[in-house]
């Protein structure tokens, strides 16, 4: 209008100013009402405190309305936490010790979800103000009063200024999902019998909307309840229903048999009604039944050809079978194929009820895949925290580094009678990072943003005197500038920001002198230091080693997994015989691991591998978790690592492996099964042996010993690829495991993504805060990339 271009604010700008509006109004009128309108200062420190902890310094995903309700849900341990900080106050050694219970249990929380991990460092805030001196329970009231309003109208600020608009749920995405899911199964089910460039693009785009890094954070399922471990299931298995059906074999010139049209269309059927469950339509039942009963009629048509119609007729003469030999290898792989995708569909629909109707799903839930649909909230929890209740879990090293550290901090402030003390242990807890290199960094730019900040602050201090209506007048545009441009620029610009504020703050609270800047260096100072310390003495690598370790570990459960399905599909046999030393939880070396697959196959296929099952789930746990934390971290910092470069290995590839092996075991093993001829055993057992041989020399590789040879590793076995030769007569279920060890070999191929020398081209997987995928499209034998040929090289070394 006046010749001025309009320019739009940069969004990461206008996201923060938001924020900063909203907590800029509640905490200053919540202040503003209790120390100049009721003449309460107490209350005052409160409110505004209570205000910056959950709107500043915690960071709860979501909208605006999910945040209210999740910070609505915590004013109750809110209260608790001022009660047991004002009363624990009393002397510095009950303090100290409130601060280590205190500090470890709202740090560990995390194993919650994104929302328990977004609150915990305002809940941190919370017990530390109170905590510090004076000792007055007689001012308890004013405290909970001072937070209860607080915290009470930033609810109301944060769900109706500002209204965001509210992402796709994961339920919706997994609703269209299978919508998808259904419309290709139809396709695949009638003539052409193929899906066109488009359907796959489409499948292929559903299946990625569910992988955890492309949901928004507040819609991931993380949680432990039945419902969200339902959501979660139902997106991994509905992603792998998608790839399946993608990548189910073509037969050119061969009709599909009615049998198989039969399940595809069951499984279309079946895609349709889940959808329309997770829309909170009926449970899926009759179809899930439909679908069982024609995947049992094709499972034992495969099984057993010899009593069925082998051909009918459309099939060239070249492909026809003999009579005596029932149907011809294409056929019977296309079945393994079928009777994947139909398990998939199963699993999508029983994860669906669950996520929809909790305990109460009427689908019939099968044991094992589902163990948590029958239990209850607490049993859950205890399963979540129990399964992160050891050194190998990136949150228990979180939380006891975190607690320590502000333990130390309290100490440090009651033996010293540091000033201010509170801003010590502040600095301490906004400061202390995961790894020593981010804890140094963060900590070197957070000082000279103090420094900076204290210069301010004396002037101010300096000009303005006791002229409290000044402090007054700059506190809520000090705050909104604060909040506005510190979460963009960084932590030197916040420390600095905030160093002025809370000058600002307590200049109104007591006749202030441009000393409070020294003691704010002073206790920054103080913070930082017990930080770096707590940083380099407890896991300073943060999930780096511990990814490492885990996926080793990982590797060799799965090898022996494998080693014992493979004898037991060779065999025919149960496999629900006592458990062997495989189910064993601790980390083992690769010599016993190797010996324990070993003692296995010679064992006999009738050692169970339950044990094993559920070694490996609980591995898997903590490798995902370690993933989780390792995409949010730098580099590591100087210094020989232990193995091949991070930037080297697809650490996710390592998690699909451990899932393909748990997801394949208990498809194989699943009764009925039928025995396999000799040859077909024999091939069977060599092949098990050798894609577990694979799993233990990649787990070798990856956490190497100092004794590790250092033989250059082929990425794939020749042995393998060359493989061609099909035992004659072989049933259905040589066939689906042979498919089960091949999509093995793929992911394991897929591990290493370069050698040594692809270190500087190759940049790192990373990404704010992302969340395990489990489950990608598996890559085909031909796009496992030219590189595979060529070998990796363990790298023993020390750390």
């Not at 705050?479 to 000058?503: E, H, K, S």
């Not at 690598?541 to 511990?546: C, N």
Request: charged letters at 15%; proline letters at 9%.
């Amino acid at each position: 209008m006046w010749g001025v271009p309009a320019r739009r604010i940069p969004r990461a700008y206008a996201a923060a100013g938001r924020r900063a509006v909203r907590v800029t109004l509640v905490a200053a009128a919540g202040f503003y009402l209790f120390r100049y309108g009721l003449g309460r200062p107490v209350a005052a420190t409160y409110a505004l405190f209570a205000v910056v902890a959950l709107g500043g310094l915690s960071r709860i995903p979501g909208t605006g309305r999910q945040r209210a309700a999740t910070v609505l849900r915590s004013l109750p341990v809110c209260w608790l936490l001022v009660v047991v900080g004002t009363y624990l106050s009393v002397a510095t050694w009950s303090a100290v010790v409130g601060m280590l219970l205190v500090g470890f249990a709202l740090a560990f929380s995390a194993v919650g979800g994104p929302r328990p991990a977004g609150t915990a460092p305002g809940l941190q805030l919370l017990y530390i103000l109170p905590s510090f001196p004076p000792y007055d329970p007689g001012s308890l009231g004013d405290r909970l009063i001072g937070t209860t309003v607080g915290l009470a109208l930033f609810v109301a600020a944060e769900a109706l200024l500002f209204s965001e608009p509210c992402p796709p749920s994961y339920r919706e995405r997994s609703a269209d999902a299978a919508r998808t899911a259904a419309h290709c199964a139809t396709l695949l089910a009638a003539p052409p019998y193929a899906l066109t460039g488009t359907d796959v693009g489409a499948a292929r785009q559903a299946g990625q909307g569910l992988r955890p890094l492309t949901v928004p954070e507040a819609e991931r399922p993380a949680g432990p309840g039945v419902r969200e471990r339902a959501l979660a299931h139902n997106g991994l298995a509905t992603r792998t229903l998608l790839t399946r059906l993608v990548l189910l074999p073509a037969m050119p010139g061969v009709r599909p048999g009615p049998e198989v049209s039969a399940v595809l269309s069951a499984v279309a059927r079946l895609a349709e009604a889940t959808e329309a469950c997770l829309r909170g339509g009926p449970s899926p039942v009759t179809p899930y039944e439909d679908l069982g009963a024609a995947r049992a009629h094709l499972s034992a048509l495969s099984a057993d050809p010899a009593t069925h119609r082998a051909d009918d007729g459309t099939a060239p003469a070249a492909d026809r079978p003999p009579p005596s030999s029932g149907f011809p290898p294409a056929v019977l792989r296309r079945h393994a194929a079928v009777l994947e995708i139909a398990d998939a569909a199963l699993a999508m629909a029983t994860a669906a009820d669950l996520a929809e109707r909790g305990r109460h799903a009427s689908v019939k839930v099968a044991p094992g895949r589902f163990w948590y649909a029958r239990a209850r909230a607490p049993v859950l929890w205890w399963h979540r925290v129990s399964g992160h209740a050891e050194r190998r879990s990136v949150f228990f090293q979180n939380a006891v580094r975190l607690a320590l550290a502000l333990t130390a901090a309290r100490l440090v402030a009651g033996v010293d009678t540091l000033p201010h003390g509170f801003w010590a242990t502040l600095a301490t807890l906004t400061l202390t990072r995961t790894t020593m290199d981010e804890t140094w960094g963060t900590i070197r730019r957070a000082l000279a943003g103090t420094l900076a900040g204290a210069l301010v602050t004396a002037g101010i201090l300096t000009v303005a005197g006791p002229h409290t209506e000044v402090y007054a007048v700059l506190l809520p545009v000090w705050m909104l500038l604060a909040f506005t441009v510190g979460p963009v620029r960084g932590v030197g610009w916040a420390q600095g920001l905030f160093t002025v504020l809370v000058a600002l703050v307590f200049a109104q609270l007591a006749p202030p002198t441009w000393q409070l800047a020294e003691v704010r260096v002073l206790n920054v100072l103080v913070g930082s230091a017990i930080g770096i310390v707590f940083g380099l003495l407890a896991w300073p690598r943060g999930a780096h080693d511990e990814l490492r370790r885990t996926t080793a570990e990982l590797m060799r459960r799965a090898a022996e997994i494998v080693v014992a399905t493979s004898a037991a599909v060779a065999a025919g046999a149960p496999a629900d015989a006592p458990a062997g030393a495989g189910g064993h939880r601790g980390a083992g070396g690769r010599a016993e691991a190797a010996g324990r697959a070993r003692r296995r196959t010679a064992g006999g296929p009738g050692m169970s591998v339950v044990h094993g099952h559920r070694s490996l789930q609980h591995v898997l746990i903590l490798a995902e978790s370690a993933y989780a934390q390792f995409q949010s971290e730098p580099t590591p910092f100087g210094g020989a690592a232990r193995g091949p470069s991070p930037l080297v290995i697809d650490w996710q590839a390592t998690l699909i492996a451990g899932h393909h092996t748990l997801w394949g075991s208990d498809r194989l093993l699943a009764p009925p099964r039928c025995r396999l001829g000799p040859a077909a055993a024999e091939s069977v057992d060599a092949l098990g042996e050798r894609v577990a041989g694979r799993m233990l020399l990649i787990s070798a590789a990856l956490d190497p010993g100092d004794d590790t040879p250092g033989a250059s590793l082929p990425l794939i076995d020749a042995f393998l690829t060359e493989f061609a030769t099909e035992p004659p007569g072989a049933p259905r279920l040589y066939y689906a495991t042979v498919s089960w060890l091949d999509a093995l070999l793929t992911d394991l191929a897929r591990i290493p993504r370069g050698g040594p020398a692809a270190q500087a081209s190759v940049e790192p997987e990373r990404s704010p805060k992302p969340q395990p995928d489990p489950e990608p499209e598996a890559a085909p034998k031909a796009q496992r990339g030219p590189e595979a040929q060529a070998g990796w090289r363990p790298r023993p070394g020390s750390r």
